[in-house]
Structure formats: C-alpha cells, structure tokens
C-alpha cells in the first residue's frame, strides 16, 4: 500500500523561505510521478508542481514559477518542495500526490494523497 508522509510546514515571514519534504513508501516499481498541490482556507485544492516518472521533468504551476522548486531525493522515495520568496497568498495546506500531470495546461492527480502540512506566511 502506498504511504506518503509531508513535512517541513512551518510559519514563514514574506519574502522567506521553507522546504516541504515528502517521503513515499509501499511502492513496487521503481518510479513514479508526484507532485505538491495545496488548498487554502476557502479555496479549491490547486497544483502546485508535479515531477515526472520517466526523466524528472517538471511542470509548474504559474503562480509559483521562479520561486518554488520540486526534486526527487538520491534514494527516489523522498520528494522536495523548495519555496523561496513566499508570497501571503502561498499560505495553504501543502499535500504530497502520486501520478501527477498536467492536463490542457492544468496540474491533475489521479493517485494517493498525504495528509498534508501546514504552511502560514505571515509578518
């Protein structure tokens, strides 16, 4: 059974920094793809970036484009959000997704979800 486990939330001042870590485990094949969506207090949940499981690519989310960064770890179960210049608007809980892709230029996720980690921005 697949398991995913985020870490990393944290309160953050503007302009701050903070990276999510997400730990996979249960998987049988060596690769996968997963992704960050978040969801904020009255909000639909959005997509943040998803990481591919045939070569790492990325695809990113416009509103975090330039600032936030996702990587596979060296032992490939480990998944990082790096988020730099965080804006108010960034403040959500930050889920961790397999099978994550783009569709008509939209992040979708079609896999199993985390519980999730809270990231507040706030002076």
């Known amino acids: 059974q697949v398991q995913l486990v985020e870490s990393g939330g944290d309160l953050v001042q503007p302009g701050g920094s903070l990276r999510l870590s997400c730990v996979a485990s249960?998987?049988?094949?060596?690769?996968?793809?997963i992704g960050w969506f978040r969801q904020a207090p009255g909000k639909e949940r959005e997509g943040v970036s998803c990481?591919?499981?045939?070569?790492?690519?990325?695809v990113d989310a416009d509103a975090v484009k330039g600032r936030f960064t996702i990587s596979r770890g060296k032992d490939k179960n480990t998944v990082y959000l790096q988020m730099n210049n965080l804006k108010s608007d960034d403040a959500a809980v930050y889920y961790c997704?397999?099978?994550?892709?783009?569709?008509?230029?939209?992040?979708?996720?079609?896999?199993?979800w985390g519980q999730g980690t809270q990231v507040t921005v706030s002076s």
């Open positions: 249960g998987f049988t094949s060596g690769y996968y793809s």
């Open positions: 990481l591919s499981d045939t070569d790492d690519s990325t």
């Open positions: 997704v397999t099978n994550c892709w783009p569709e008509g230029g939209i992040l979708q996720a079609y896999g199993t």
